[in-house]
């Protein structure tokens, strides 16, 4: 089993940035990949970017630019830096870890997170 827990999430200014965090506890040796997603009003969910147990990184093609995705393994979170923030990048943003474990591979996510970029 693995737990997730994002924050970071609130009203910001069109322009401004942001830093979400997503920790991670449970079975955390068994997670192969963490990503972001996010979900706008009245759309459906979307990939964001996602980084491997390897560091490797990649991002939706709509997305490079201004997101960054890193990690801090020594306190299991990950982060999504938004930056130049526009309306559109509104969205409940939700993390997401696959995990390996027993021999099946299980997908878990967090409650989520509410982005608003509103002047």
């Known amino acids: 089993q693995v737990q997730l827990v994002e924050s970071g999430g609130g009203l910001v200014q069109p322009g401004g940035s942001l830093r979400l965090s997503c920790a991670a506890s449970?079975?955390?040796?068994?997670?192969?990949?963490m990503g972001w997603y996010r979900q706008p009003p009245g759309k459906e969910r979307e990939l964001v970017a996602f980084?491997?147990?390897?560091?490797?990184?990649d991002y939706a093609d709509s997305m490079k630019g201004r997101f960054t995705i890193s990690r801090d393994n020594a306190k299991n979170t990950v982060y999504l830096q938004i930056d130049s923030l526009k309306p559109e990048d509104t969205a409940v943003y939700y993390c997401?870890?696959?995990?390996?474990?027993?021999?099946?591979?299980?997908?878990?996510w967090g409650q989520g997170t509410q982005v608003t970029v509103s002047s």
């Open positions: 449970g079975i955390i040796a068994s997670i192969t990949v």
């Open positions: 980084i491997r147990s390897s560091g490797d990184t």
């Open positions: 997401n870890a696959r995990s390996f474990y027993g021999g099946t591979y299980y997908t878990y």
